[in-house]
């Protein structure tokens, strides 16, 4: 009895040890464009914006809250660290328009006209996010909503001008994931695509491959989330023409969300005194040329070692079949290439059989 217990006693703390998933170790590949993860903490948030830095270059904020690295156990997709966003009422950043809280990445993230990336990152929305909010200049309309901002966005540049809204935003709705390819002309989507559900306090894991231009017949789109292909190759505009495209993340949303000034027809407040904060998380930025450069390596083949390696090019990024459903994946358990979060991980889910239900690894979940 006292040696089961001292295998129980070693299994529970391999498990608390390995709750989370490990940072992937993606080999030395020369088509890796950078690398945006938060693993050295707050220092990776700024001063990163030299040509082939990794990190992040600048942060648009006035309150030190609207952007912070989280520290285990807080939500953290992989590795120790991934950074919460916070934005409310009256969070303008300089001279800009609207409330903000983003961050942007160094020199080569940004995109020119004929460029073709990969991209893999993760948003976690928590359970109280709210997706739209009333229309400030239709609150006679119910149905009138405005979204409650974007997490994901490239904007644009001519190299100092830049005017309306930028041409690609992701965002998260009350009840799905969109993203909104925008009109240069009126700054209004001139299309938004459902991408799949948003499940609240779930780490989505995202994957897109995009070739930039702001010809229709040129420019596409790919995505995928938690390994299924929820855009297939979508032909489109997403950039201007003259401008280059360069990526911001955080929370980006309407000035007027959270006003206390802002009034119904009948004269209540449609806002309270708190300013209507919104917060969401994201881990692990990476960028590359190929599909292979920005997903985790796959485990070495078992058995005779005679499986089919996966297929190259545009295919969806998954060496097992593509499933068929968008259910709820634990962060780091199942990575798009069908890879491991790590070999304590495996040896973990090993031991418990010793103990059933008691060492079943706990969900992260948004405070």
């Given at each position: 009895m006292?040696?089961?217990?001292?295998?129980?006693?070693?299994?529970?703390?391999?498990?608390?040890?390995?709750?989370?998933?490990?940072?992937?170790?993606y080999p030395d590949n020369p088509d890796i464009i950078w690398?945006?993860?938060?693993?050295?903490?707050?220092?990776?948030?700024?001063?990163?914006?030299?040509?082939?830095?990794?990190?992040?270059?600048?942060?648009?904020?006035?309150?030190?809250?609207?952007?912070?690295?989280?520290?285990?156990?807080d939500p953290i997709f992989e590795g120790h660290h991934a950074v919460r966003f916070e934005v409310k009422y009256g969070d303008v950043y300089s001279t800009y328009s609207d409330e903000r809280s983003l961050l942007s990445p160094p020199l080569q993230m940004w995109e020119d006209e004929g460029n073709?990336?990969?991209?893999?990152?993760?948003?976690?929305?928590?359970?109280?996010?709210?997706?739209?909010?009333?229309?400030?200049?239709?609150?006679?309309?119910?149905?009138?909503?405005?979204?409650?901002?974007?997490?994901?966005?490239?904007h644009h540049s001519n190299g100092g001008f830049e005017s309306g809204?930028?041409?690609?935003?992701?965002?998260?709705?009350?009840?799905?994931?969109?993203?909104?390819?925008?009109d240069h002309a009126t700054s209004a989507?001139?299309?938004?695509?459902?991408?799949?559900?948003?499940?609240?306090?779930?780490?989505?894991?995202?994957?897109?491959?995009?070739?930039?231009?702001?010809?229709?017949?040129?420019?596409f789109l790919e995505i995928w989330i938690d390994g299924v292909n929820v855009l297939p190759k979508h032909m489109a505009s997403n950039k201007y023409p003259g401008m280059r495209n360069y990526l911001l993340i955080g929370l980006y949303r309407n000035v007027h969300i959270?006003?206390?000034?802002?009034?119904?027809?009948?004269?209540?407040?449609?806002?309270?005194?708190?300013g209507a904060p919104g917060v969401a998380y994201v881990d692990g930025f990476i960028a590359g040329k190929t599909k292979e450069s920005v997903?985790?390596?796959?485990p070495a083949p078992v058995g005779d070692g005679t499986s089919t390696p996966p297929a190259s090019g545009s295919s969806a990024p998954s060496a097992t079949p593509e499933p068929t459903t968008n259910a709820p994946?634990?962060?780091?358990?199942?990575?798009?290439?069908?890879?491991?979060?790590?070999?304590?991980?495996?040896?973990?889910?090993?031991?418990?059989?010793?103990?059933?239900?008691?060492?079943?690894?706990?969900?992260?979940?948004?405070?």
């Open positions: 006292q040696k089961l217990s001292l295998v129980i006693a070693a299994a529970a703390a391999l498990l608390a040890g390995t709750a989370h998933a490990a940072i992937p170790a690398r945006g993860d938060f693993e050295d903490g707050a220092p990776s948030l700024t001063t990163h914006c030299n040509y082939g830095d990794n990190g992040w270059c600048n942060e648009q904020i006035i309150r030190p809250q609207q952007i912070q690295i989280t520290n285990d156990p073709e990336r990969w991209y893999r990152w993760q948003v976690m929305w928590p359970q109280d996010w709210v997706g739209s909010y009333p229309k400030w200049d239709e609150l006679g309309t119910p149905a009138s909503r405005n979204n409650a901002g974007s997490i994901v966005e490239w809204s930028a041409p690609l935003y992701f965002r998260g709705g009350d009840k799905f994931i969109e993203i909104c390819l925008v989507c001139r299309e938004t695509i459902e991408l799949t559900e948003l499940l609240r306090g779930h780490w989505h894991d995202f994957v897109m491959h995009a070739k930039w231009s702001s010809n229709p017949d040129v420019g959270g006003d206390p000034n802002l009034l119904y027809p009948d004269g209540t407040h449609v806002y309270g005194t708190d997903l985790p390596p796959q994946v634990s962060a780091g358990a199942v990575f798009p290439q069908g890879g491991c979060s790590s070999t304590g991980y495996e040896a973990a889910w090993l031991a418990l059989p010793l103990f059933g239900l008691f060492a079943l690894r706990r969900r992260r979940s948004a405070a």
